[in-house]
C-alpha cells in the first residue's frame, strides 16, 4: 500500500506528522484531495478541516484557520496560524468567540473593524462546522 508523508504545523507547534492514505482539506477554490504520487502544488487554504486517513484505515481530523498547502510527491505540508487536533476543539469555547465576533460586527465603527470580524466570525463559523463534522465521525 502507498502512502504520502503529511506534516500540518501551526505557528506553535506540529500538529501531525506522519503516514497517511489520503487527505482531504478545502482548497481556495474547493476541496482538494489528496493521494501519493499528487502532482507537485502550492495553494492557500481556507479555514476548515483537514481530514487525514490513516494507513489502518482511522481518521485524524486537524482545524485550520486558512493557510499554505505544499504538495510534493511523496510529502504533503500544510501550514496555518492556527491549527488544532479535531479532538482538542471546544465547542463552548468556539460559540461564545462567535457570539463576541458577531458582537463586533454590529458595533464595527469603520471598514476595518468590519472586515476584521467578518474574518474572525468566517473563522468561527468553520471552526464550529469541523467540530460537528468530526463529532459525528466519533
Known amino acids: 500500500m502507498s502512502t504520502i508523508h503529511v506534516d500540518v504545523v501551526s505557528a506553535e507547534e506540529s500538529i501531525f506528522s506522519g503516514e497517511a492514505k489520503f487527505v482531504a482539506l478545502p482548497g481556495e477554490s474547493g476541496e482538494l484531495g489528496i493521494l501519493p504520487r499528487h502532482v507537485p502544488l502550492i495553494t492557500r487554504i481556507k479555514p476548515g478541516s483537514v481530514r487525514i486517513e490513516l494507513p489502518d484505515g482511522t481518521e485524524e481530523f486537524v482545524f485550520v ?17 492556527t491549527a488544532v487536533r479535531g479532538s ?36 468561527l463559523a468553520a471552526q464550529i462546522a469541523a467540530l460537528r463534522k468530526y463529532r459525528r465521525k466519533h
Open 65 to 81: 484557520a486558512g493557510g499554505i498547502l505544499e504538495v510534493q510527491p511523496d510529502c504533503v505540508t500544510v501550514l496555518s496560524d
Open 88 to 123: 482538542d476543539l471546544d465547542e463552548e469555547k468556539a460559540q461564545k468567540a462567535k457570539q463576541a465576533a458577531e458582537d463586533a460586527l454590529r458595533n464595527a465603527k469603520d471598514s476595518i473593524d468590519l472586515a476584521a470580524a467578518q474574518s474572525e466570525l468566517a473563522v
